[in-house]
Structure formats: structure tokens, C-alpha cells
């Protein structure tokens, strides 16, 4: 069985970048949600499994990480229009013509992140 190295390695990468975003007084994250697409090189299921251990013993442990999925998106030069592929053969699903103009499927972005507010909670 292969091991998700490459995933705990993003999901550590994760964990520090929302602890560099949070405001001075935040302890608890409750939810990190993030943008995969579908040429990212990226296991959902193995990002999802490692995300739990890298958040252990840090204000995300116990978060939920939420992902929403991109398809890929060419530009057809033909069509003049960007398009989503049902499958990897780089052609417009309407016209045909091969395109190599990748518009969206590479993402791996962390998109929002919500915690506990401390001012909220002393007030």
C-alpha cells in the first residue's frame, strides 16, 4: 500500500499557512475550506486523512476541511469560449478542436478559514 506522503506534506503546508493567517487571539479553527483541481496531483481521500494528523496539537485539531473539486477548463480557440472536459483529451466537448489552454484544474488554494472569534467569546 502506497503511503500519502506527498498529501502529509500539503496538509502540514496547510495547517501553517492558515496559522500564519489568523488573527492574534485565535485558538480554535473550526473549519478551513480549500480549492482542489483535478490536475493538482492530489488524492482527495489521502488529504482528507492526513489534514487530521497535521492538525494535532494545533488550533485546527478537530477542524472540518471542506474541498470543493474543479474540473478541468480549456479555452477553445475555435468556440471563443472556456469550456469544462468531461474526461483528459484536451478537445472541446462541443466542437472538437484540441486545446492545450488549461484554464482551471491546477488549483490547490485555501480559499476561507473560520474560528472562533475570542472577542465574541470574552464579551
Same mark, same amino acid.
Given at each position: ?13 496547510? *495547517?501553517?499557512?492558515?496559522? =500564519? $493567517?489568523?488573527? !492574534? /487571539?485565535?485558538? @480554535? *479553527?473550526?473549519? *478551513? ?14 488529504? &482528507?486523512? %492526513?489534514? /487530521?494528523?497535521? #492538525?494535532?496539537?494545533?488550533?485546527? =485539531? /478537530?477542524? #472540518? ?7 478541468? *477548463?480549456?479555452?477553445?480557440? &475555435? %468556440? ?10 484536451? @478537445? %472541446? ?9 488549461? @484554464? $482551471?484544474? @491546477? ?6 478559514? !473560520?474560528?472562533?472569534?475570542? !472577542?465574541?467569546?470574552?464579551?
Amino acid at each position: 500500500m502506497e503511503r500519502p506522503v506527498h498529501e502529509l506534506s500539503i496538509a502540514h503546508s496547510l *495547517v501553517s499557512l492558515v496559522q =500564519q $493567517q489568523l488573527p !492574534e /487571539g485565535v485558538t @480554535r *479553527v473550526t473549519a *478551513v475550506d480549500m480549492r482542489l483541481g483535478a490536475l493538482a496531483g492530489v488524492v482527495r481521500g489521502a488529504l &482528507e486523512f %492526513c489534514y /487530521g494528523i497535521a #492538525t494535532e496539537g494545533t488550533p485546527l =485539531q /478537530g477542524s #472540518t476541511l471542506r474541498i470543493v473539486e474543479l474540473p478541468v *477548463v480549456i479555452h477553445c480557440p &475555435e %468556440c471563443r469560449a472556456d469550456r469544462p472536459l468531461e474526461g483528459l483529451a484536451f @478537445r %472541446c466537448p462541443v466542437c472538437g478542436r484540441v486545446s492545450g489552454d488549461i @484554464r $482551471q484544474g @491546477r488549483e490547490l488554494d485555501l480559499a476561507s478559514i !473560520e474560528y472562533d472569534d475570542p !472577542e465574541a467569546a470574552s464579551a
